[in-house]
């Protein structure tokens, strides 16, 4: 505070420092001129112009507070339109999941697996790329489930029909799972899947679906050259052959054998004969028409059970060419299927493919619901014939011209010993393993968990 003596007398200003300072350069020089000059005025005068500074400082102080509030006023209204936005933006989020609520959904898969290993997919392990990492990939792409579901698949409840093997390909595989149901769904998942890889269908199934559990049967086919069934006596060039029609006749009476319920322990690993579980029911079983490509001709076999066991599809028809070529008689089928132990060879998996699934107790049952559609797949019938041509089987003939995986396996035929002990069996097995299990898949294994 300033302070001016009049004699004996203090005159009080009333301008403290801090206010004094606040007011800028020029009420500092007021107040010096002031107290320089306030030993010639009166008191009077001092008082009146002490006064007259006091309002002037106190004038000041207030448009600076006032300064001061609209900054602050302005900090404070961009950090709520921060919050607004930010707001907005969560509302926005949750609009477009109201809109795109999660939902239990069957999706109709096409794959080429020739270069994964396999369709499970090993959660952690980069190692072996599966059919279902570059499923979820594009999944969590397209928007259908959140990053941490890919991680964790439980939480959308993922479940495959089947687990095809190392190079197995699938024209009709089904999964089930919990997704969005985003506007343009399949299109924006193929978008992010390899061209090899195709979802062909969606549909709405209930909540408490499994598309392992709730499968009644599945159909596989088996593509492979027809000079596998030329008798080992006669010397063929593979690209002259021709597959007969009594051969063609002898291939389906012999698979034919294979319809009903049998123990197929021989026709798998690690079961033995008493194992309620290798009993498997076998619903039909045929060879088709065959059919020239590249210069080759080609054969399918088509086989329906209610479910198999690894290997079990490849040690099937691998016995029945053996039988067909002349190695073993036609005895050792049902000899298989009893406690002894058989030696079944196994054909390559190049060929195996998962045609379809089927569920017929769930569509006898909710199909006509008026709330869930039937899995069946009428529509896309002509989509998946599309796939197979253009995919699947390209893979299975440039892959047998160049690698001669069935002429391979054939020349291991002659080693084998039908009529063999278990010791003399699993000496075979050792010489013939490396042959037999480098043609790519491992076969199929639907429930072996």
């Not at 997704?179 to 061209?195: A, G, Q, Y």
């Not at 596989?220 to 690209?239: G, R």
């Not at 049998?262 to 028409?289: L, V, W």
């Not at 299975?396 to 291991?412: A, G, Q």
Request: hydrophobic residues 35%; proline residues 3%.
């Amino acid at each position: 505070m300033l302070r001016l003596r009049w004699g004996l007398r203090v005159v009080s200003c009333g301008l403290s420092a801090p206010a004094s300072a606040a007011c800028g350069g020029p009420w500092r020089r007021l107040g010096s001129f002031l107290a320089e000059s306030c030993l010639l005025l009166c008191p009077l005068q001092v008082l009146t112009m002490a006064e007259e500074l006091r309002a002037a400082v106190a004038s000041q102080t207030k448009r600076l507070n006032s300064s001061s509030e609209v900054v602050e006023r302005l900090e404070e209204n961009g950090h709520q339109n921060k919050r607004l936005k930010r707001d907005a933006d969560e509302d926005d989020v949750e609009d477009q999941n109201k809109k795109s609520p999660k939902r239990k959904i069957v999706l109709l898969m096409a794959y080429s697996g020739k270069g994964y290993h396999g369709m499970q997919r090993n959660v952690g392990s980069s190692q072996f790329k599966t059919i279902e990492d570059d499923l979820v990939s594009a999944l969590v792409q397209s928007g259908c489930i959140p990053e941490n579901h890919g991680e964790d698949m439980k939480k959308m409840s993922f479940q495959r029909c089947a687990r095809t093997d190392k190079g197995v390909s699938a024209a009709g595989q089904i999964v089930s799972l919990k997704v969005r149901l985003i506007d343009d769904i399949l299109e924006k998942i193929n978008n992010h899947l390899p061209s090899h890889i195709r979802i062909l269908g969606l549909k709405r199934v209930t909540g408490g679906f499994n598309s392992k559990n709730k499968c009644d049967a599945r159909t596989y086919s088996y593509m492979l050259p027809t000079f596998a069934f030329a008798h080992k006596d006669h010397d063929v060039q593979e690209e002259v052959y021709r597959l007969d029609k009594e051969t063609l006749e002898k291939v389906n009476k012999l698979l034919a054998c294979y319809k009903g319920t049998h123990n197929f322990h021989n026709f798998t690993s690690q079961k033995g004969p008493r194992d309620p579980s290798a009993k498997r029911y076998i619903m039909e079983m045929y060879c088709g028409e065959p059919f020239v490509r590249e210069n080759i001709e080609f054969a399918v076999i088509k086989v329906k059970g209610q479910s198999f066991m690894m290997h079990q599809i490849r040690k099937m028809i691998g016995l029945v060419i053996a039988i067909v070529k002349g190695y073993a008689a036609e005895s050792i089928i049902e000899r298989s299927w009893g406690e002894e132990k058989v030696d079944v060879p196994k054909a390559p998996g190049l060929g195996l493919v998962l045609e379809r699934v089927h569920f017929e107790k769930y569509n006898r049952r909710f199909g006509n619901d008026g709330l869930h559609e039937p899995l069946e797949w009428t529509e896309e019938e002509e989509k998946i014939a599309l796939f197979k041509e253009q995919y699947i089987y390209p893979t299975i003939i440039n892959t047998e011209k160049e690698e001669k995986s069935m002429v391979n396996w054939l020349n291991t035929l002659s080693i084998h010993d039908f009529n063999s002990s278990v010791v003399g069996m699993q000496a075979n097995n050792k010489n013939s393993k490396n042959s037999s299990d480098l043609e790519g898949s491992d076969g199929c294994d639907d429930d072996s968990d």
